[in-house]
Each structure stands twice: as C-alpha cells, then as structure tokens.
C-alpha cells in the first residue's frame, strides 16, 4: 500500500519525531508499502489529497501529533489512519485526566483495578499570570500528600520536557515558570521511588496485550529530558529484572503480571487503539502510572522497538500489521 508517515512538525519534540519517522519508514519499506515521508507543514493537506495515500502512519509527538489536532485533520479527510482517535488523544494528552479517566473506566466495568496514580494539583498559566496563584505556593506541602519533594511538570507534552524533582519550597518558583514555558499549564504532584518502567502495549480493548516491561536506569539524578538525548545517561533492561521487583523470582513474576495488568488497565481506561505506551513506577508496593503515550517513539533508543524486539517482534511485522489493520478499517468520521 502507499503510507504517508507524518513526521516533524512544530512541537517542542521536532527532532525525535524526525528521528521516530525515518526508522517507521525504512520498517515500512522493508515490509514492502510504498513510503511518503510529509513534515507537516501548510502543504500537508493538499500533498495528502494530492498523494491519495492507503493509510497514514502518524510519527508526529508532542502538540499537534499527540493532541487529537492531526487525528481530527485525518478524520476530517477520511483517511485511514494508524493509531486512537482523536476524542482519545485529546483526553490522554492531558496528564491530570488520569484519575478520573480510571474512575470512570472501574465504574464502567465493575473491576477494582491494580492501578494507582500520585495525587497532586493542576494550575493553569493564567491563574499564575493574571490571578497571583504565586503567591500561594506556600499551600503545596499541605495540598500535595506527604509534601517534599514534589515533580513539577507540563500538564501536557513528552519526552520528560520541563519535569523537575523540588525538594523545597525556595525551589519550586524556578521549576513551576520551567514547566509553564513548554506548557500552559503545570502539575505539582507526589514525587515517587521505586523501579521506573515503561510498558508497551499493542491491540485495542480486550484484544490488548502487553509487551515486555522495559526497566529504566538513571546513572544519575532521573530519566529526564537531557538523560533521554544522552548515549550513555541510561541503562534499559528489557524484560525487567526479577531482582529489581523482588529477591524471590516467584515474587518477581507475580509484581511483573501486577505491573503488566496496571498498564493494560490504563490503556483501556483511554481507550487506546493499535499501539500505546504506559510509563510508571514500582514503589515496592504498588505500580504508580503516570501518563499514557499515544504515538510511542520509534528511535533506535524509543522504548517500543525494545519491548517490541524482546518479545521476539520484528518492528516491520509490527507496522505491518497495524496499518493493514488500520486500512481495513477504513475511515473513522
């Protein structure tokens, strides 16, 4: 088939979504598709009903690719494309929708759950800019459970941009004006220790399964955004390691199956399509999900082609299944 790969664009992470888009095209190619490579630009449209492509791969992340923008754009076209719609992406986009999209989703389905998430408070730029909420970040050792140190975060956007770990409150000004210059709005919430772990998903509802959880090692401080641009910043280990969830291996595959439920759970919590990404924490006790990731990089160092090879999954079998799958699916309107 002919598959457009979007990739590029204008958000913050430009450079790893051009990255992410040549690997999906050379595992395209290799699958045999005929591959059109489009940056998303004011030509994207008239290029797409020009080309008149099968099935459109989305590598696009951060603002617009992940959003729902470039999801509606496709639905507004017709065009078939890989990956969730763009009421999902919309709602995942925003990380403090978590809870509630789980509480909504327990409700729904009658299940407990396994999955837990930090508590925390969402501020908006404009209650920093135009209604003095500065003045009162005094009150977050009393609204964030168990205080300092807190991550101060962009409520929306990847690849770790502007996330901060503050131990104080003479710290936590400088971290929350860093988060609002990606973001229009900042997350201050628990910060949590423990084993981080990303979990790589594929299907969609109960044909979801998960794919080996990658473990993820800071050689110092956390996987933040310079640790994730460095060659040797990080140390990943693909199943994760029995020793770092439990000294007992029959204990370590029953937290690894805990670790694997949470996520899936996440995932259909979003409704989540073909692929996805769940990125947490192993406390020791319980598995603390932090977001879920729609368009899961695909860089030599991304985190899906990993589980994707530890699971014995060639990467252009992958892609090849999804938009074969997503082309007999048709249009989505």
Known sequence: MKVAVLMGGKSFEREVSLASGKVVCEALEEAGHKVVPLDTNAD???????????????????????????????????????????????????????????????????????????????????????????????MVADRVIGGYPVCVKPAHGGSALGIHKVESQEELGEAVLDALSYDEAVNIEQWVDGVELSVSILGTGWDAHALPPVEIVAREGFYDATARMADDAVEFFCPVRDESLSPNAADAQAIRAEIERAALEVYRAYSVRDLGRVDLIWDGGAARC??????????????????????????PAVLDSLVNEAYARGACF
């Open 44 to 138: 994207l449209v008239p290029t797409l009903r020009s080309e008149r492509p099968d099935v459109v791969y989305n590598a696009l992340h951060g603002k617009h690719g992940e959003d729902g923008t470039i999801q509606s754009l496709l639905e507004f076209l017709g065009i078939p494309f890989v990956g969730s719609p763009a009421s999902v992406c919309h709602r995942a986009w925003n990380k403090d929708a978590l809870h509630s999209s789980l509480a909504k989703y327990r409700d729904l389905t009658g299940e407990e759950g396994c999955a837990s998430w930090p508590q925390g408070v969402y501020l908006a730029r404009d209650a920093f800019k135009g209604m003095g909420a500065a003045t009162a970040l005094d």
């Open 290 to 315: 932090f977001e879920v990731d729609v368009s899961p990089g695909m860089t030599e160092r991304s985190l899906f082609p990993m589980a994707c090879a530890a699971a014995g999954l060639s990467l």
